[in-house]
């Protein structure tokens, strides 16, 4: 189905929100289901024989599978609605743990992981969809940051309780919970997830392949798109990486932390984003026109802060360990910047495509970095400290690359719209006067 315009709400139902609370339930369970093998990582190697560039390969055929079908499902998502993609996703995450639980080789592993992959692509653009129809305007970008942060809830369940199961009832027993977790979560979605309000009108088209090529391509050509997808691309991949596959380890092997330090250092990494999150979403709804400060603010502190982890004499200090995931955790909100490039500077007809452009940016950072990451640790001992700090070096290279891109498209998308900006510290100044002498606010 595809909404003829886009259609928006008067005001938000309280059945928008029963609606978004049953995608939800879809959207943790596949944060939970990706970030699984993560914390499950030591217990792989194990369990299958893996090496590290074997282990990254599992993250990094998931990350692909994601970022390859991003906009094949934004163009699905204009045709069959939310509903129907968020019961496939769970479906084919279920059938992926399902698989795993039994899994005793390398190649069922991967098998297993690409299913998870493939049901995860479809889940958190699906949600977003939802939002856009159920919510009145003025709630749709407070809504919008709840899905990215609350949906990482499912992270904290990877790290503390599916950990707890690993410990003490073992491999099978722990990823036949995560299938069942799934497919309840989707049948959720399959009994009261509604595509659109009652009221809404809807026609079906057909999925051509010519009208599907424009459309993609107009949602490249549009700078903001570009701009989303670099923003999306710098922000998100160290906390992914992090909290993904690597950091455990990391913590764990390389720092000599134990399970539950490491464990609650994961769980850390996502309640602080929940904190940061509307301070973030403030901001950018404040300064629309600044929305890329934050974001190069992210990239360097976070740059900055695997510095003084890396350069540390020796395993690093708790509260050192502390800082990093502190600052990790701004990553997954400043990715969430590259959705609202996308929604303001596309129309509404193309949006889902877009949506689905900007989401692979993150994500083939993401994998890329996991990959490389497998790739020194394995021409290493991979053992140690130091084979890990070497490996995490890799992350510079991905910083480079995606502020290059972020200043370029910002600024073609500046020249296309023919924007002369004052300074920031000037644009403050000026809101601050325009706040203070307007009545009522």
């Avoid at 928008?16 to 030591?42: D, E, H, I, K």
């Avoid at 159920?134 to 503390?160: I, M």
């Avoid at 990239?299 to 502390?322: F, I, K, N, Y």
């Avoid at 701004?330 to 990715?335: I, K, V």
């Amino acid at each position: 189905m595809q909404a003829v315009g886009r259609q928006v709400v008067a005001r938000t139902s309280p059945g928008a929100w029963v609606v978004w609370g049953l995608a939800m339930a879809c959207y943790v369970t596949a944060v939970f289901n990706r970030s699984s093998l993560g914390v499950s990582g030591v217990a792989a190697q194990h369990r299958f024989g893996a090496t590290p560039a074997q282990l990254g390969l599992f993250g990094v055929l998931q990350l692909a599978v994601y970022a390859g079908l991003q906009v094949p499902v934004g163009v699905l998502l204009d045709r069959f609605g939310s509903r129907r993609l968020l019961v496939s996703g769970a479906v084919l995450m279920t059938l992926g743990q399902l698989l795993l639980s039994q899994a005793d080789t390398v190649s069922g592993a991967v098998v297993a992981r690409v299913l998870v992959g493939a049901g995860d692509a479809m889940t958190f653009t699906a949600v977003l969809r939802l939002v856009g129809f159920w919510f009145a305007p003025s709630r749709v970008p407070l809504v919008t940051q709840l899905t990215g942060l609350l949906g990482q809830l499912g992270q904290v369940a990877a790290a503390y309780p599916l950990v707890f199961l690993l410990r003490h009832a073992g491999w099978s027993q722990a990823f036949l919970g995560a299938a069942v977790v799934g497919a309840v979560a989707g049948g959720l979605a399959l009994v009261a997830v509604r595509d659109t309000p009652p009221g809404t009108a809807v026609v079906p088209v057909p999925l051509q392949l010519s009208s599907v090529r424009e459309l993609v391509a107009s949602a490249w050509r549009e700078p903001g798109t570009r701009l989303g997808l670099w923003t999306h691309f710098v922000t998100q991949f160290s906390g992914t990486v992090f909290g993904l596959l690597w950091g455990y380890p990391f913590l764990v092997v390389g720092e000599g932390r134990s399970p539950t330090e490491a464990g609650l250092l994961l769980t850390l990494l996502v309640l602080v984003s929940l904190v940061f999150g509307p301070f973030l979403g403030h901001l950018v709804g404040r300064f629309p026109l600044r929305r890329s400060v934050p974001v190069l603010a992210i990239v360097v502190s976070s740059a900055s802060a695997w510095t003084l982890v890396l350069l540390w004499p020796g395993r690093a200090p708790l509260p050192v360990l502390v800082l990093l995931v502190v600052v990790l955790a701004t990553n997954g909100p400043g990715s969430m910047v590259g959705f609202d490039y996308a929604r303001t500077e596309n129309p509404p007809g193309r949006l889902s495509s877009a949506t689905g452009i900007v989401n692979v940016g993150g994500f083939v950072a993401s994998l890329l970095t996991i990959a490389a990451i497998g790739l020194v640790l394995s021409s290493l001992s991979g053992t140690s400290l130091h084979d890990y700090k070497l490996a995490m070096s890799v992350q510079y290279v991905m910083w480079a690359i995606g502020v290059a891109g972020v200043l370029r498209t910002r600024r073609r998308l500046r020249a296309q719209r023919g924007l002369v900006l004052d300074t920031f510290p000037a644009a403050v100044r000026r809101v601050t006067r325009e706040r203070r002498a307007t009545p009522g606010t």
